[in-house]
């Protein structure tokens, strides 16, 4: 199993910037070879894909955080990273750090972290 820590969150103005991080507890030899991802759940909202990174740091984005979020991962600390630039009221939600782990079945389980508390307000 692997255990995922966000930190980062916090109040920020429009316009403003936060860069998200998550730690994974697991080997880093596990870490690097897997996909990371950020969704994000605003209040009344369904969760939704925010960013992906393979192991080959292959990047995918929302069309909504195009051009002003950037995922990243430092293989050496297992942590990834969403940096968010020019943040819009709209981006206000909590976000949550994604990974995926095959089961002993060969089916895919999916491990969350505790989520960090992003509010974009003036």
């Known amino acids: 199993q692997v255990q995922l820590v966000e930190s980062g969150g916090g109040l920020v103005q429009p316009g403003g910037s936060l860069r998200l991080s998550c730690a994974a507890s697991?080997?880093?030899?596990?870490?690097?070879?897997?996909?990371m991802a950020w969704y994000r759940q605003a209040p009344g909202k369904q969760r939704e894909l925010v960013a992906t990174?393979?192991?080959?740091?292959?990047?995918n984005l929302a069309d909504s955080v195009k051009g002003r979020f950037t995922i990243s991962r430092d293989n050496a600390k297992n942590t990834v990273y969403l940096q968010m630039n020019s943040l819009k009221p709209e981006d206000t939600a909590v976000y949550y750090c994604?990974?995926?782990?095959?089961?002993?079945?060969?089916?895919?389980?999916?491990?969350w972290g505790q989520g960090t508390q992003v509010t974009v307000s003036s």
């Open positions: 994604n990974t995926q782990r095959p089961t002993a079945w060969g089916v895919l389980e999916d491990y």
């Open positions: 697991e080997d880093g030899s596990i870490f690097s070879i897997n996909a």
């Open positions: 990174i393979t192991s080959r740091s292959i990047r």
